[in-house]
Each structure stands twice: as structure tokens, then as C-alpha cells.
T-cell receptor, first 115, second 114 residues
């Protein structure tokens, strides 16, 4: 079946612009996660959704970052007033539910470059 | 808080040789442990996971890992490396209660030479 998809695959933006990154989880997966992978910081957790609510936003690095999930499916990560340090690969993952024994399936990521 | 340490940012082996990638964890409660593989320009794929059942866990592509509580380790092994194993490997830990984020190690890049 279809895996986790993310769009766009690559995004180049100018410093100060807003960007939206999209994640389509595997159908039926109720849990959705955003991670960021950067050279300096490795793989970092950003936010977790269970259904449409976000019980854990502790990884969002600043108030310029926000995310929402609608209909228990698609999620959008928005970065406002982008900075060069936001350049990274943003990975989305989904799992059947929020139990830690359930595998998180990762999408291919969105590579964000802020110039 | 949980954390994992992966020893060696790069590991080089010859095709057919043993692969050993090291991971040590720190957790105040019994952990769940995972190994993920990432091929170039792709997302992460789960190789195997330890969730407090058998301590020797077998995964895909001939990989296995052994949970050793006394050594707080979860090293990844494969008896015979294949060229297609060249990738980056991440160890990750989470708690076994409720939801906790995956905490990843810094990754080990496996290089396989002919």
C-alpha cells in the first residue's frame, strides 16, 4: 500500500519568507510525528499528533514553527519568517496508534534550504 | 530522560565481513530500542525493534541486535556485509509507557568496499 508521502520534496526559500510543508500519513494511522534532520543537530523530534490534537509540541524550536492536522489525516508544518538555521530535512512519520511498540513509518522528507 | 550513544560516525567493512554497529542507551526506565536505516535521499526504514520480549531481535536484511541490560547496549550485527548495506544507521530509544518521542543517536555511516 501507499506509504507516507511528503511535499514538496525540495523547497528553496529566501530568508524571511513563510513555508508550508505537507505530510500525508498512511491511511488509518492515527498518530503522526514531525522530525527534523540537520547536520548540526542530527534527528530531532518536533511535534506529535494523536488524531487532530497535539499532546506533545515540546520539540518545536521557536514560535515561528507551528503545525496542524485536519481530519485526522493530512498535516502541515508551517515555518514563518524562515531563518538560515531552519535549513534541514523535515521528516514526517505515522504509526497505527501512539503506543511506543508500534513502528513509525517515515516519509522521504522535505529538504528545506533557506538562502 | 533517555539518550543513545552511537560509537563511530563511520564504519568501514569489506564485502562479506562482519558488520558491528554499536549503540549504548541511557534510560531511567525499561526502554524500547530501535534500529533504523536511511539510504541516500530516502526516509528512515525500521530494521528491528526491542520491546521487552526476546533479548535477541532479528530484523530485515539479515540484521540482528541483542539487548544487554547489564551493558546498556543494543549493538547491531550482520554476519556478512553486502554492498547494498551501505547506508546510515540510527539507533533510537523511547520509554515503554505512554507516548514518548523517539530519541535518536547521531548515526553511523556504514561503508562497504568490494
Amino acid at each position: 500500500g501507499a506509504g507516507v508521502s511528503q511535499s514538496p520534496s525540495n523547497k528553496v526559500t529566501e530568508k524571511g519568507k513563510d513555508v508550508e510543508l505537507r505530510c500525508d500519513p498512511i491511511s488509518g494511522h492515527t498518530a503522526l510525528y514531525w522530525y527534523r534532520q540537520s547536520l548540526g543537530q542530527g534527528l530531532e523530534f518536533l511535534i506529535y499528533f494523536q488524531g487532530n490534537s497535539a499532546p506533545d509540541k515540546s520539540g518545536l524550536p521557536s514560535d515561528r514553527f507551528s503545525a496542524e492536522r485536519t481530519g485526522g489525516s493530512v498535516s502541515t508544518l508551517t515555518i514563518q519568517r524562515t531563518q538560515q538555521e531552519d535549513s534541514a530535512v523535515y521528516l514526517c512519520a505515522s504509526s497505527q496508534t501512539s503506543g511506543n511498540q508500534y513502528e513509525q513509518y517515515f516519509g522521504p522528507g522535505t529538504r528545506l534550504t533557506v538562502t | 530522560a533517555q539518550s543513545v550513544t552511537q560509537l563511530g560516525s563511520h564504519v568501514s567493512v569489506s564485502e562479506g565481513a562482519l558488520v558491528l554497529l554499536r549503540c549504548n542507551y541511557s534510560s531511567s526506565v525499561p526502554p524500547y530500542l530501535f534500529w533504523y536505516v536511511q539510504y541516500p535521499n530516502q526516509g528512515l526504514q525500521l530494521l528491528l525493534k526491542y520491546t521487552s520480549a526476546a533479548t535477541l531481535v532479528k530484523g530485515i536484511n539479515g540484521f540482528e541486535a541483542e539487548f544487554k541490560k547489564s551493558e546498556t547496549s543494543f549493538h547491531l550485527t550482520k554476519p556478512s556485509a553486502h554492498m547494498s548495506d551501505a547506508a546510515e544507521y540510527f539507533c533510537a530509544v523511547t520509554m515503554n509507557t505512554g507516548f514518548q518521542k523517539l530519541v535518536f543517536g547521531t548515526g553511523t555511516r556504514l561503508l562497504v568496499s568490494p
